[in-house]
């Protein structure tokens, strides 16, 4: 199995291109999340999904888009990107309320 | 909104030294999760609580749940070069299916 699955692994952005950070798991898994990672901030939620056709917001879902047309996979788009949202990028599955398992991350530069 | 704090945000120690992390929430959790990252890495699952006042071990790693669960503590007694990451808590407030991470506590272990 391999678990998640994202890409790319590195990204570099002029401000106001968009993109999308791709996400796939084979587990499964109902509960898709994405995560944020910036220094002192820790992980923060982005945007999430408990299964096929439906998403909600996290903690900071501005300037960010998702859907989930299949269980496998969870893209994340970026509208028009700002120096703001550099970061590095994680994208996370779980079954029920037990553990997530995350992807290899993915880190977005924008300039 | 939820909100996870978790003090302190970085932690020097010698080696064979002892290290603890606290973790803090606004709201009463359902569960609480510890995670760790190492340096360029993604957040790795360590062990989920779920009762109040809960105490587990693993080897030299302590985690407690608070009487309130609202708080939340990882002990590492003896600390080695391999204990060094970033650690987090993670905990679901009431119904919500969000899984909010704490800010992370950054652990350097000096030989």
């Known amino acids: 199995n391999a678990g998640v699955t994202q890409t790319p692994k590195f990204q570099v952005l002029k401000t106001g291109q968009s993109m999308t950070l791709q996400c796939a798991q084979d587990?499964?898994?109902?509960?898709m999340s994405w995560y944020r990672q910036d220094p002192g901030m820790g992980l923060r939620l982005i945007h999430y999904s408990v299964g096929a056709g439906i998403t909600d917001q996290g903690e900071v879902p501005n300037g960010y888009n998702v859907s989930r047309s299949t269980t496998e996979d969870f893209p994340l788009r970026l509208l028009s990107a700002a120096p703001s949202q550099t970061s590095v990028y994680f994208c996370?599955?779980?079954f029920g309320q037990g553990e997530a398992f995350f992807g290899q991350g993915t880190r977005l530069t924008v300039v | 909104g939820q909100q996870v704090m978790q003090i302190p945000q970085y932690q020097h120690v010698q080696e064979g030294e002892d290290f603890t992390t606290y973790c803090n929430s606004s709201t009463t959790l359902s569960n609480i999760q510890w995670y760790k990252q190492r340096p360029g890495g993604h957040p790795v699952f360590l062990i989920q609580?779920?009762?109040?006042?809960e105490v587990k071990k693993q080897k030299r790693l302590t985690f407690q749940f608070g009487e309130a669960k609202k708080n939340s503590s990882l002990h590492i007694t003896a600390t080695q070069t391999t204990d060094v990451g970033t650690y987090f808590c993670?905990?679901?407030?009431?119904?919500?299916?969000?899984?909010?991470f704490g800010t992370g506590t950054l652990l350097a272990v000096q030989p």
């Open positions: 993670a905990g679901r407030g009431g119904a919500t299916n969000k899984l909010i």
């Open positions: 587990m499964n898994h109902e509960y």
């Open positions: 609580l779920v009762k109040s006042g």
């Open positions: 996370a599955s779980r």
